[in-house]
């Protein structure tokens, strides 16, 4: 059923005339800078049932693999305090079918450039899956995962290594004309080791976090509560942690930096934006609160006029602190 | 899928560890316009939309202080008190908490989610089979396929006695009712399947013209073998743990027959026979 809340749409839509939002990442102008992320929004399709996702800066689609993956098996989610754990395990029907059925019926509910997330198992997966999505009109930059804690064999382990994900961004560069964002792991030493080579390797931009390794055991069981054994932290549990990455990051780079991790609310979109990010993915809270990213637009303005702050460009990407 | 904020008007023990929540729909149905359930406006009963919740549907309540929803499948919707019935079993530590939530309450629902049963599949003489926390989403199942004048046939399954609820209520709806319990201690001894009739000889007609299940997952494989050895079609309702349970994390999926896979929470809960690959 169609359900449409009037009163929160008129505000986003008044925030984003308002022209204090508006977000230039790597030459696409948005109109506010707030991004659901990958595998928290689908394709688009049930939030549209219940807003005009059209409101939203863009967002990421479910990450998309070569093959069709079932991922992993369930248990897959996990509570936190503060948080969930999942180990979905990059379901996805494959990019043949991203391309001829998802991406399709993806813009009859938003029309504007979306971003693409891909995952791989090898160089070869990452290529073939970013060249086939190059071509897609709609996809206006491409976000290179190389971050999955729930993969094995791909996924974060070219994350943790700095030539393994300079490797990986090279080969992906040299196939697309698209704007390339990589996205990083939490689950390393030292991040700004693994910024620096994907910048160096021709990546455009950066976006961090991916979920924290984590684990849950079941009292009753004895067991770990997710059949992956570990899954990826994400929520408000991380949003301190992501904007010390965020900042640490933004430092040692001179990319631009799109924030993740617990964001939930707009002022911690301002605390992002303030600690070095362009823009953000909103993760987590759209699973609790499907109008989240609305209500995030929605109050935008207010909050930001409570902080003396005329529009998003004076704070973001670092630019009253560094 | 709609947002509601519900005020609780009764939340009862039935048997020990399981409640019955009863929410009102129209004293506190607000929109989500508002971030906070008490700033939620008072709206009208057709505003709120509860009156297109379908049997074998459930909703996910947010619960203060634990970050994920809780799924749970309703048990009656009454359009002309305009009440949510819900009946929960305590789990873990946040049904703990739920089960201490006092009337006037107002909780954060969203209403309307997964598919619900296929009532127009029925046929004259349905077949409805409810084990535990299974049991509930058989009520409001049943009460409906009475009202579309069939004859329902329901089979309820617990453990042991203290366990047993709602055996009343069903009989009120002038269903013809069977209690099972594992160890005996009430009903017939055994379990569901077991007080199933089944057709004397092979290749004669199962006398039921359809079969609605839910309960614990070897109980619905069991009455996937009965079904097929009888001939029987039918649907099951699944339980998975969720993330959003609409349709976006994809942290609920099964495998189905097709080699494929569905969510449990927007493709589901309720899955044909033919879609399970059991």
């Not at chain 2, 189905?256 to 399970?276: N, S």
Request: negative net charge; glycine residues 12%.
């Amino acid at each position: 059923m169609v359900a449409r809340f009037a009163d929160l749409e008129e505000r986003a839509r008044a925030a984003n005339a308002s022209g204090r939002l508006t977000t230039e990442l790597l030459g696409i102008t948005m109109e506010n800078p707030v991004i659901p992320a990958s595998g928290t929004f689908g394709y688009g399709y049930e939030f549209a049932e219940l807003y005009d996702i059209d409101l939203l800066g863009s967002f990421s689609f479910k990450g998309t693999t070569r093959d069709p993956r079932f991922g992993n098996e369930t248990p897959r989610i996990a509570e936190a305090p503060s948080g969930l754990l999942n180990a979905v395990g990059l379901q996805n029907p494959g990019v043949e079918k991203v391309i001829s059925q998802e991406l399709p019926r993806l813009a009859t509910c938003f029309s504007k450039k979306v971003m693409a997330n891909v995952s791989g198992f090898s160089i070869a997966d990452y290529v073939y899956t970013c060249e086939k999505l190059d071509g897609e009109e709609q996809v206006g930059w491409l976000e290179v995962n190389i971050s999955c804690p729930n993969v094995h064999g791909g996924g974060m382990s070219f994350g943790t290594d700095p030539q393994a994900a300079a490797e990986v961004t090279r080969a992906v560069k040299a196939v697309t004309k698209k704007p390339v964002l990589v996205k990083l792991t939490p689950n390393v030493t030292d991040i700004t080791a693994i910024a620096r080579a994907c910048e160096e390797a021709g990546a455009d931009g950066l976006a961090l976090i991916n979920t924290v390794l984590a684990m849950r055991f079941d009292l009753k069981t004895r067991k770990p509560l997710l059949a992956n054994t570990t899954g990826g932290l994400s929520g408000p549990a991380i949003f301190p942690l992501a904007v010390r990455l965020v900042n640490q990051v933004k430092k040692a780079v001179d990319i631009p930096v799109v924030g993740i991790g617990g964001i939930t609310t707009a002022a911690d979109v301002l605390e992002m934006l303030m600690a070095g990010a362009t823009a953000v993915e909103v993760g987590a809270a759209n699973l609790v609160d499907p109008y989240a990213c609305l209500k995030i637009i929605a109050d935008l303005p207010t909050v930001m006029d409570q902080y003396g702050i005329k529009t998003l460009a004076e704070i973001a990407g670092g630019a009253a602190w560094n | 899928m709609k947002q509601e904020f519900l005020t609780i008007q009764e939340n009862t023990c039935l048997a020990p560890g399981v409640y019955r929540l009863v929410l009102d729909g129209v004293s506190a149905c607000g929109t989500a316009a508002s971030s906070s359930a008490e700033a939620a406006p008072a709206g009208t009963a057709a505003a709120c939309g509860l009156a297109a919740i379908r049997p074998g549907q459930f909703v996910n309540l947010a619960l203060p202080g634990r970050y994920l929803r809780r799924p749970i499948s309703v048990c009656d919707y009454d359009a002309e008190k305009e009440t949510l019935t819900l009946i929960y079993k305590v789990v873990g530590a946040g049904t703990g908490d739920l089960s201490g939530f006092r009337p006037g309450m107002v909780l954060d629902v969203l209403t309307g989610l997964g598919n619900g049963y296929d009532l127009a599949c029925s046929g004259p003489k349905p077949l409805l089979l409810g084990g535990g926390a299974g049991v509930p989403p058989m009520y409001y199942a049943a009460k409906e396929l009475i009202r579309l004048g069939a004859e329902p046939t329901v089979i309820l399954g617990f453990n042991t006695r203290s366990e047993v609820f709602y055996e009343e209520e069903f009989r009120a709806l002038g269903c013809a009712v069977t209690v099972t319990t594992v160890d005996g201690s009430y009903g017939a001894k055994g379990f569901v399947t077991d007080a199933v009739q089944r057709p004397e000889t092979a290749g004669e007609a199962s006398p039921y013209s359809y079969f609605y299940a839910c309960g614990p997952l070897p109980m619905l494989e069991a009455i996937y073998r009965l079904a097929m050895a009888d001939g029987l079609d039918g649907a099951f309702s699944l339980e998975e743990r969720m993330g959003c349970g609409f349709g976006a994390c994809m942290g609920c999926s099964v495998h189905t027959a097709d080699g494929g896979y569905k969510r449990v929470c927007k493709d589901g809960p309720v899955f044909r026979k033919e879609e399970l690959p059991w």
